[in-house]
């Protein structure tokens, strides 16, 4: 089979996006969701840090509580690069322990708070450091809600050697694996992005990819869903949770 390469401008781990995007109402969807999520960071706490442009707005609105926080666990090189800008001391996951709170973005989320994660290459670091809090609050703009996931490819990170047999496997359960060429993850891995799937069951979608040898991360975050999804719009924000 042939693996079509992705299109130029497919997002690559470690780019950062322009420090003044365009406002647009999903900036600003994404910007409401950011400023609310800091009202669940508590005073004292070590904070787990997810990676994208909705994060990017988090990250400088936290600059606000940076004296009252312990540090930060970063899921990304991008993401530290900008905590550390601001003064917020990242710490290696081995040394912080369970964290309380998790923030991070998505490429789409279900009302059941199942998410497709991955657009920026960091969603093995998002998932460990997400397994790893207590917490996942989500923060979106509301045209990442969904009623099913699988519009977005679903992007899964692999080990380089084994990205065709990979990209087969997936074929034969009926998805259409395309290599993103230029991007090279922060663990020095790949990413097949599956287009064509209809996730009508997430979780057990997670489960049956985990098993094919090769595959690092798959970027469904199902069995381990956000617990709150804080979802921004040009007129506000919208929580849902269990
Ligand atoms: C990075 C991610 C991001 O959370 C996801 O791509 C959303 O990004 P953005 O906030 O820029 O729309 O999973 O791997």
Redesign the pocket.
């Given at each position: 089979m042939t693996l079509v390469p992705a299109k130029a401008g497919t997002?690559v781990s470690g780019v950062q996006?322009p420090e003044q995007a365009p406002m647009n109402a999903g900036n600003a969807g994404?910007q409401r969701a950011a400023h609310a999520a800091l009202e669940y960071v508590e005073h004292g706490s070590i904070l787990g840090v997810?990676?994208?442009?909705?994060?990017?707005h988090f990250i400088d609105a936290l600059a606000k509580l940076r004296g009252s926080l312990r540090g930060a666990v970063s899921s990304?090189l991008a993401s530290t690069a900008r905590l550390e800008a601001l003064g917020i001391e990242v710490m290696d996951l081995n040394h912080a322990g369970p964290l309380d709170l998790y923030v991070?973005?998505?490429?789409e989320a279900t009302r059941d708070r199942y998410l497709v994660?991955?657009?920026?290459?960091?969603?093995t670091r998002?998932k460990i450091v997400a397994a790893a809090s207590k917490r996942f609050v989500c923060i979106?703009d509301d045209s990442?809600l969904v009623p099913i996931l699988g519009r977005f490819p679903l992007?899964v990170e692999v080990i380089p050697m084994a990205r065709s047999y990979v990209a087969r496997e997936i074929v034969g359960r009926g998805g259409q694996p395309v290599w993103r060429e230029q991007c090279v993850t922060d663990n020095g891995n790949q990413i097949l992005d599956v287009h064509g799937l209809e996730i009508l069951d997430p979780p057990s979608l997670e489960r049956d990819l985990n098993q094919i040898a090769g595959i690092v991360t798959v970027?469904l975050f199902a069995q381990r869903p956000a617990d709150l999804l804080v979802i921004g719009n040009e007129k506000g924000v919208t929580v849902v949770g269990p």
């Open positions: 997002v996006l994404k997810g990676t994208g442009s909705t994060v990017n990304s991070d973005g998505a490429d994660k991955g657009g920026g290459a960091a969603l998002e979106i990442k992007p970027g």
